[in-house]
């Protein structure tokens, strides 16, 4: 038992020490990252879709959401009607209730949380409201998309907040040639 603990407090510093470094590690990759982006653009490669679900599962294998969580402690997502409907049904409340007491509407017009950490996030790092979470929430950082070309400028941006983000673009730049 104190074995495992030991070893669940290793991975969470290592986790921890992960995030501290990542927003400086995104920031030195970006115009490498870039580059590499815009020249894959040019030329999307046929299995595109094929490579990013190996790559993509192969990292989420090796991470561990729980002891991470930072999209959830710094970025939240955008809420569709969908998600906000269901999510007020599943805390019995009215959908105006719901967005008065968590949401707001930003620049883009979208809703977002009007807090950060998200509100639905608990001590241990898991989301109160798992099954129903929203759309952009179980999509999180989307390199699993179809057509994952159309979203480099966002996975730029993932880059600096997920750790899994930034291991993907990692293994793309090596087992994906953009020529
Ligand atoms: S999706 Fe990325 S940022 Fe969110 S918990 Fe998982 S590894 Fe961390
Ligand atoms: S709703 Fe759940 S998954 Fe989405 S940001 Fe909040 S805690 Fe994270």
Redesign the pocket.
Known sequence: MADIDKFAISKTNLMERELQQLPTLAKDKHNENKKYFDKLKKRVPKDLDYQMQQIHNEVFDEIDCLQCAN??KTT??LFTNADIERIAKHLKMKPQQFISQYLYIDEDKDYVLQNLP?S??DSENC?M??DV??KA?REYPHTDRKKFQQITNLTLKNTAICPAAYRVVEEMKKRIPAK
């Open positions: 999209c959830c939240g997502p998200c639905f996030l989301c409201i798992y979470r929203p929430c």
